[in-house]
């Protein structure tokens, strides 16, 4: 039986340091929703990624994300498409705990369903 991850309504992830890639076309709508340029976003929140392939999100100094205040994500509408997409088509090893995700069992069915809503909230589509 499929496994589907649901997660407390928390920011437990946000609070472990990792990097956050950032999407073709994700810093268009982050600079929009901060109403900054793309070149002002790009310099406020990025670096390059440790590969070089791509740019990832600045983290706080003790490897918080750089758009966590207290409880909240001040990007919530428009974050990251591995936020978004977390835990169930993007993690880590031990993300269960960390993240305080719980596991569901659910029919083959219902878990494409869960999965396809993830992956319209990705694409911003339905």
């Keep these: 039986m499929p496994v589907f991850h649901e ?3 928390g920011t437990a992830c946000c609070r472990w340091p990792g990097e956050v890639r950032l999407q073709e076309g994700r810093i268009a709508h982050l600079a929009v929703f ?10 406020k929140f990025t670096r390059p990624a440790i590969d070089r392939r791509g740019l990832a999100l600045v983290e706080k100094p003790h490897g918080e994300c750089v758009f ?10 428009v ?17 269960e705990k960390i993240c305080h995700a719980f596991l569901r069992l659910v029919d083959g069915e219902r878990h494409a369903q869960l999965v396809k809503a993830v992956t319209e909230r990705r694409t911003g589509h339905g």
């Design 7 to 9: 997660r407390q309504r």
């Design 68 to 77: 966590l205040q207290g409880n909240d994500c001040t990007v919530q509408p």
């Design 34 to 43: 901060k109403g900054l340029t793309e070149f002002a976003f790009t310099q």
């Design 79 to 95: 974050k990251p498409t591995q936020c978004r997409e977390s835990p169930n088509l993007w993690s880590f090893p031990g993300f």
